[in-house]
T-cell receptor
């Protein structure tokens, strides 16, 4: 069984500030972990993924995430927020391939000018 | 460019009618396609897994006779919502896995269904 908890359904930051979106997972086997972004009325776009290689994963649009097994976490960060980063972000976990993923409830990121 | 398309992007129908949603893999052969449902401000709920040439596998609680899935080819899967009711109104999203890469899921843009 696997599950994902995203801490904070809404996160608001100022433009240029650090973005930190939290994700904790539970999995009975070594997990695959994903972060996706969703803009209104659109599908999901993959930001980055962890598949048991390097624990610090760099993704698109300046985002990165660090896999911490001891903390069962996979938090998403970006050093400097842009207005275009405002969207819904989903963390997901799977145990063998990306398709059978379990998604978190999502975090809405708001970026203030 | 987009690798997965969905058609239509939006559909409004009357209660009791059936609606078909298409999901196409544009750039590669998709051995597996998935159908998700997303309610407003909520996460994605996996409805079913579709493999080309075989019957779809439905998640617990999803009515297979209500949501008919056909994976006719390696690039096309269809979801038919039969005898639609207002509670079926939702955002339906498909995703695909390519034959030689099971680690990345490509999502379609979604279809907004409104049943009146």
């Amino acid at each position: 069984a696997q599950s994902v908890t995203q801490l904070g359904s809404h996160v608001s930051v100022s433009e240029g500030a650090l973005v930190l979106l939290r994700c904790n997972y539970s999995s009975s086997v070594p997990p695959y972990l994903f972060w996706y972004v969703q803009y209104p009325n659109q599908g999901l776009q993959l930001l980055l993924k962890y598949t048991s290689a390097a624990t610090l994963v760099k993704g698109i649009n300046g985002f990165e995430a660090e896999f911490k097994k001891s903390e069962t976490s996979f938090h998403l960060t970006k050093p400097s927020a842009h207005m275009s980063d405002a969207a819904e972000y989903f963390c997901a976990v799977s145990d063998y391939n990306a398709g059978k993923s379990t998604f978190g409830d999502g975090t809405t990121l708001t970026v203030k000018p | 460019g987009a690798v997965v398309s969905q058609h239509p992007s939006r559909v409004i129908c009357k209660s009791g009618t059936s609606v078909k949603i298409e999901c196409r893999s544009l750039d590669f052969q998709a051995t597996t396609m998935f159908w998700y449902r997303q309610f407003p401000k909520q996460s994605l709920m996996l409805m079913a897994t579709s493999n080309e040439g075989s019957k779809a596998t439905y998640e617990q609680g999803v009515e297979k006779d209500k949501f008919l899935i056909n994976h006719a080819s390696l690039t096309l899967s269809t979801l038919t919502v039969t005898s639609a009711h207002p509670e079926d109104s939702s955002f339906y999203i498909c995703s695909v896995l390519r034959r030689n890469n099971q680690e990345t899921q490509y999502f379609g843009p979604g279809t907004r269904l409104l049943v009146l």
